[in-house]
């Protein structure tokens, strides 16, 4: 009898002794490190200013952007689905490009990484943005973009030239979208618990300069020594800070809507 | 030599045949079958314009248990055909979801396969099946239960949990299912069982402890996740006379998941209960905190996914139509509740007991979130950033945040021979965007009501009659809302119910019922649920067939939960044991 209880014991101790890991709260990130080219991820975070958990999501993908570089992840807050419907005091964040990639899905958050597998469900949870972001980076970039943006005060009129230069020769129909982002909007926002109302709202879309599908950039065989150019203008909406505004610029394969490269600039 | 072959053999044979019917005298099964079926229709009325291409749910099982002495072993079979409205489309599929075997002897037990067990009030450990949920964490590993000496019970198992119908073998590792072992020891310390001198003693002691550990798998690529998290919970029940007290505490190391957002703090629950009881008289008083106490053995899971532990509620269980429209979910990232509960019935024979007595119950119940403080996390304070500690929780505050509260008074009164009448009213106060997570909506405040009248006919023949209402304080008819948030409003305002049921004992049952929202702000959500049930009944087996609409809801058991959306149709369940 006292066999088996020993017995039990030494068991449930060694269990007990194995059966914990403690993590260093100091060091709970793993090193990442994107082994090829200089690609850049577009995460489109589709979020609501209702939206209870949406901060906590939108904290997940800067905790990313943060761990991996802010020129290699880009965030743009796309506020559309029910929960960002304008109510009271709540922001209208709302756009019709934003309606349009949004897609009737019928949830915040919900996020796309370079609009993966747009055909079906292209959104993604926040617990499982990780892996995919990790993937898109690894990939092979395929074109460079510079872009040139001249803003005039007075008639709050922006101008914005992209430059795309292939870094191979390859062949394809190819589109780029220019957004407007404003961020550091202060206003209202649902948090667990009630309400923040001085939440600072981060990359927040704003709307294209051409399009929600943007405009053709190469249709067909391209090659290294190519540079294909698109211009589009806006006039900035007197409620907009300026100061805070940036152009987000990316090019897409049409077919598949995978995104390529993804640059942002300050308008001023 | 031939004539001795003979007369072995036969001697043998009669053996056999004897220790066979031996053996067979000693066997029983036992089983039992349920299909529940739901063949749905458009109703535009309520707002059901597709049926997204599924016309009917079917949800079945069959299950046989055989006994032999010391021996048992059972089979349960599952069939989602597909699955009904409202149940995790994981569930679709069809296969033997479960089975074991088991000896015991009394002084050692041990089964292998499919394992439902529960450690102390389950705060480290708790495998079930809940039909009603589409729920069932059962854990597919093997168990030892020894019982060294009187009143001492040890426990050791592990395994890996059922998740829907996703292999077991480790070799199915991926992104989606990264399901890790669970392994657990539990001991139990009976003292008016073990100590001869406490054998009748009005004294009752218990003791008990757990430690339960999941061995995971380390698949994220931007957090450390620990392989092994473990949880260790202790408990002591004591009693004297008519007093009862009990306690469990556990506490979690840290265990980062997509639950509580990837934070790294460790976890926490206490309950502990009061309670006396005499005859025509019984109060219960308990006290419950969790804080960041989901323990799942996939640290990916949502809902209500491989939990190995289970967090008891500690709220009234309503069970009429109304009043369980707005019931509890157990919050495992944080709550405070206390729950008193009185009961007293009147003496018969007195005024106000009349003849037969009369039962009256108390029950206030309400639950709170915990205070979170914030952390420095790399320079900067935050409260659940994913990779941080995620914030401190002084373990006796109270956050002003209600999620919960439910005061509800109840009289159960036997008029005469053949009245019988049951009432209670309810106050209530439900968080729901917090509890249903629809953001932005206005908490439920409400006055509920029920009458459940039973007229016995004669012996055989019974009418039974149940009205409710339920009445918001604030959001009802000419409440003004936003035009983009009227979804949010889909089951709000006032409600009514009236039912009426016609027993013919014991097989038939015929009833009607509607159920109407008419206080909804949003006049188009005005709607009448009107259903009829036919049920039969022969000895064991149960055919009910009704037809008509339900509304959205919750159905929750013992603090889990899962919604339910409206549908219109027939409905058939038939069910059978043996």
């Given at each position: 009898?006292?066999?088996?209880?020993?017995?039990?014991?030494?068991?449930?101790?060694?269990?007990?002794?194995?059966?914990?890991?403690?993590?260093?709260?100091?060091?709970?990130?793993?090193?990442?490190?994107?082994?090829?080219?200089?690609?850049?991820?577009?995460?489109?975070?589709?979020t609501?200013?209702?939206c209870v958990n949406c901060p906590a999501a939108a904290e997940?993908?800067?905790?990313?952007?943060?761990?991996?570089?802010?020129?290699?992840?880009?965030?743009?807050?796309?506020?559309?689905?029910?929960?960002?419907?304008?109510?009271?005091?709540?922001?209208?964040?709302?756009?019709?490009?934003?309606?349009?990639?949004?897609?009737?899905?019928?949830?915040?958050p919900?996020?796309?990484?370079?609009?993966?597998?747009?055909?079906?469900?292209?959104?993604?949870?926040?617990?499982?943005?990780?892996?995919?972001?990790?993937?898109?980076?690894?990939?092979?970039?395929?074109?460079?973009?510079?872009?040139?943006?001249?803003?005039?005060?007075?008639?709050?009129?922006?101008?914005?030239?992209?430059?795309?230069?292939?870094?191979?020769?390859?062949?394809?129909?190819?589109?780029?979208?220019?957004?407007?982002?404003?961020?550091?909007?202060?206003?209202?926002q649902t948090i667990p618990?009630?309400?923040d109302?001085?939440y600072?709202?981060?990359?927040?879309?704003?709307?294209?300069?051409?399009?929600?599908?943007?405009?053709?950039?190469?249709?067909?065989?391209?090659?290294?020594?190519?540079?294909?150019?698109?211009?589009?203008?806006?006039?900035?909406?007197?409620?907009?800070?300026?100061?805070?505004?940036?152009?987000?610029?990316?090019?897409?394969?049409?077919?598949?809507?995978?995104?390529?490269?993804?640059?942002?600039?300050?308008?001023? | 030599?031939?004539?001795?072959?003979?007369?072995?053999?036969?001697?043998?044979?009669?053996?056999?045949?004897?220790?066979?019917?031996?053996?067979?005298?000693?066997?029983?099964?036992?089983?039992?079958?349920?299909?529940?079926?739901?063949?749905?229709?458009?109703?535009?009325?309520?707002?059901?314009?597709?049926?997204?291409?599924?016309?009917?749910?079917?949800?079945?099982?069959?299950?046989?248990?055989?006994?032999?002495?010391?021996?048992?072993?059972?089979?349960?079979?599952?069939?989602?055909?597909?699955?009904?409205?409202?149940?995790?489309?994981?569930?679709?599929?069809?296969?033997?979801?479960?089975?074991?075997?088991?000896?015991?002897?009394?002084?050692?037990?041990?089964?292998?396969?499919?394992?439902?067990?529960?450690?102390?009030?389950?705060?480290?450990?708790?495998?079930?099946?809940?039909?009603?949920?589409?729920?069932?964490?059962?854990?597919?590993?093997?168990?030892?239960?020894?019982?060294?000496?009187?009143?001492?019970?040890?426990?050791?198992?592990?395994?890996?949990?059922?998740?829907?119908?996703?292999?077991?073998?480790?070799?199915?590792?991926?992104?989606?299912?990264?399901?890790?072992?669970?392994?657990?020891?539990?001991?139990?310390?009976?003292?008016?069982?073990?100590?001869?001198?406490?054998?009748?003693?009005?004294?009752?002691?218990?003791?008990?402890?757990?430690?339960?550990?999941?061995?995971?798998?380390?698949?994220?690529?931007?957090?450390?996740?620990?392989?092994?998290?473990?949880?260790?919970?202790?408990?002591?029940?004591?009693?004297?006379?008519?007093?009862?007290?009990?306690?469990?505490?556990?506490?979690?190391?840290?265990?980062?998941?997509?639950?509580?957002?990837?934070?790294?703090?460790?976890?926490?629950?206490?309950?502990?209960?009061?309670?006396?009881?005499?005859?025509?008289?019984?109060?219960?008083?308990?006290?419950?905190?969790?804080?960041?106490?989901?323990?799942?053995?996939?640290?990916?899971?949502?809902?209500?996914?491989?939990?190995?532990?289970?967090?008891?509620?500690?709220?009234?269980?309503?069970?009429?139509?109304?009043?369980?429209?707005?019931?509890?979910?157990?919050?495992?990232?944080?709550?405070?509740?206390?729950?008193?509960?009185?009961?007293?019935?009147?003496?018969?024979?007195?005024?106000?007991?009349?003849?037969?007595?009369?039962?009256?119950?108390?029950?206030?119940?309400?639950?709170?979130?915990?205070?979170?403080?914030?952390?420095?996390?790399?320079?900067?304070?935050?409260?659940?950033?994913?990779?941080?500690?995620?914030?401190?929780?002084?373990?006796?505050?109270?956050?002003?945040?209600?999620?919960?509260?439910?005061?509800?008074?109840?009289?159960?009164?036997?008029?005469?021979?053949?009245?019988?009448?049951?009432?209670?009213?309810?106050?209530?106060?439900?968080?729901?965007?917090?509890?249903?997570?629809?953001?932005?909506?206005?908490?439920?405040?409400?006055?509920?009501?029920?009458?459940?009248?039973?007229?016995?006919?004669?012996?055989?023949?019974?009418?039974?009659?149940?009205?409710?209402?339920?009445?918001?304080?604030?959001?009802?008819?000419?409440?003004?809302?936003?035009?983009?948030?009227?979804?949010?409003?889909?089951?709000?305002?006032?409600?009514?119910?009236?039912?009426?049921?016609?027993?013919?004992?014991?097989?038939?049952?015929?009833?009607?019922?509607?159920?109407?929202?008419?206080?909804?702000?949003?006049?188009?959500?005005?709607?009448?649920?009107?259903?009829?049930?036919?049920?039969?009944?022969?000895?064991?087996?149960?055919?009910?067939?009704?037809?008509?609409?339900?509304?959205?809801?919750?159905?929750?058991?013992?603090?889990?939960?899962?919604?339910?959306?409206?549908?219109?149709?027939?409905?058939?369940?038939?069910?059978?044991?043996?």
């Open positions: 009898m006292k066999r088996l209880s020993l017995i039990f014991a030494t068991a449930a101790l060694m269990l007990f002794a194995m059966g914990c890991d403690k993590i260093d709260i100091n060091n709970t990130h793993k090193p990442f490190e994107p082994v090829a080219g200089q690609k850049a991820v577009l995460i489109k975070d589709f609501g200013a209702r997940t993908a800067h905790e990313l952007q943060h761990l991996l570089g802010e020129d290699r992840i880009f965030i743009l807050s796309v506020h559309a689905g029910f929960l960002a419907q304008p109510i009271g005091n709540f922001p209208d964040f709302l756009t019709e490009e934003g309606t349009i990639w949004y897609n009737n899905h019928d949830s915040n919900l996020f796309s990484v370079d609009h993966v597998d747009l055909t079906e469900g292209y959104t993604l949870n926040v617990e499982q943005i990780d892996a995919p972001v990790a993937a898109a980076l690894n990939e092979v970039q395929l074109f460079d973009i510079t872009t040139t943006t001249t803003y005039d005060e007075a008639s709050r009129r922006l101008n914005v030239e992209n430059n795309f230069y292939p870094t191979g020769d390859g062949d394809g129909k190819y589109y780029a979208t220019v957004c407007l982002v404003e961020d550091s909007i202060v206003g209202w618990g009630g309400v109302r001085e600072v709202f981060r990359n927040v879309f704003r709307g294209t300069l051409n399009g929600a599908d943007g405009q053709l950039v190469s249709n067909g065989p391209y090659y290294m020594e190519d540079v294909f150019t698109t211009t589009s203008s806006i006039e900035i909406d007197s409620t907009y800070n300026a100061d805070h505004c940036y152009v987000l610029t990316y090019i897409y394969n049409y077919e598949s809507g995978k995104i390529m490269h993804t640059v942002m600039e300050k308008i001023k | 030599m031939r004539k001795y072959l003979l007369i072995t053999v036969a001697l043998a044979l009669f053996s056999f045949r004897a220790s066979a019917q031996s053996f067979l005298e000693n066997s029983q099964v036992n089983g039992s079958f349920q299909t529940d079926a739901q063949y749905y229709v458009l109703d535009k009325g309520i707002g059901i314009d597709d049926l997204l291409g599924k016309k009917m749910g079917i949800n079945g099982f069959g299950k046989v248990n055989y006994t032999n002495g010391n021996f048992s072993a059972g089979v349960r079979f599952e069939a989602f055909l597909p699955e009904m409205n409202g149940f995790r489309s994981e569930l679709k599929g069809v296969g033997l979801a479960n089975f074991f075997a088991t000896y015991d002897n009394g002084f050692i037990g041990m089964t292998v396969g499919d394992i439902y067990d529960q450690f102390g009030c389950g705060f480290v450990f708790r495998t079930y099946e809940e039909w009603s949920l589409g729920m069932d964490n059962a854990l597919r590993g093997a168990r030892v239960v020894i019982r060294p000496t009187k009143g001492v019970t040890l426990k050791g198992l592990y395994g890996r949990q059922r998740y829907y119908w996703a292999p077991y073998l480790e070799r199915d590792f991926n992104d989606d299912d990264t399901r890790g072992i669970v392994r657990g020891v539990d001991a139990e310390w009976d003292l008016n069982q073990s100590i001869p001198a406490l054998n009748d003693s009005k004294f009752r002691m218990s003791l008990g402890g757990s430690f339960v550990s999941k061995k995971q798998y380390d698949m994220s690529i931007f957090y450390y996740i620990p392989e092994n998290v473990g949880a260790a919970a202790g408990r002591l029940n004591l009693g004297y006379g008519n007093w009862s007290f009990s306690t469990e505490y556990a506490y979690k190391i840290n265990d980062p998941s997509a639950i509580n957002n990837f934070i790294y703090k460790e976890g926490q629950a206490l309950m502990a209960s009061l309670s006396y009881s005499q005859k025509g008289f019984g109060a219960v008083l308990q006290v419950k905190r969790v804080d960041n106490m989901s323990f799942k053995s996939m640290y990916t899971g949502k809902q209500n996914d491989l939990d190995i532990n289970f967090i008891p509620p500690i709220n009234y269980t309503h069970t009429h139509s109304l009043p369980s429209m707005y019931t509890y979910s157990t919050q495992p990232n944080g709550e405070m509740a206390a729950q008193l509960q009185v009961n007293y019935t009147i003496p018969k024979g007195t005024a106000l007991g009349g003849k037969y007595g009369t039962k009256l119950a108390f029950n206030m119940s309400q639950v709170n979130d915990i205070v979170r403080d914030s952390v420095m996390d790399n320079g900067r304070m935050v409260i659940s950033r994913p990779g941080s500690l995620g914030y401190t929780s002084r373990f006796f505050a109270v956050s002003n945040h209600r999620f919960f509260r439910d005061i509800n008074f109840e009289i159960d009164k036997r008029i005469s021979k053949d009245w019988h009448i049951t009432a209670q009213y309810i106050n209530l106060y439900y968080d729901i965007e917090t509890i249903e997570g629809h953001a932005g909506a206005p908490v439920v405040k409400a006055n509920i009501g029920f009458l459940d009248l039973t007229y016995k006919i004669n012996k055989k023949q019974s009418l039974r009659l149940e009205l409710q209402g339920l009445w918001e304080n604030e959001v009802h008819a000419g409440y003004e809302y936003e035009e983009s948030e009227k979804k949010d409003y889909q089951k709000r305002g006032d409600w009514a119910f009236a039912l009426l049921e016609y027993t013919i004992t014991p097989h038939w049952s015929f009833s009607i019922a509607d159920k109407w929202n008419y206080g909804n702000p949003v006049e188009e959500y005005r709607d009448h649920y009107f259903t009829g049930t036919v049920s039969y009944i022969h000895e064991a087996t149960r055919i009910m067939l009704s037809a008509g609409r339900q509304s959205e809801g919750v159905v929750c058991v013992g603090g889990v939960c899962r919604t339910v959306p409206a549908s219109s149709g027939v409905t058939l369940t038939v069910s059978t044991s043996f």
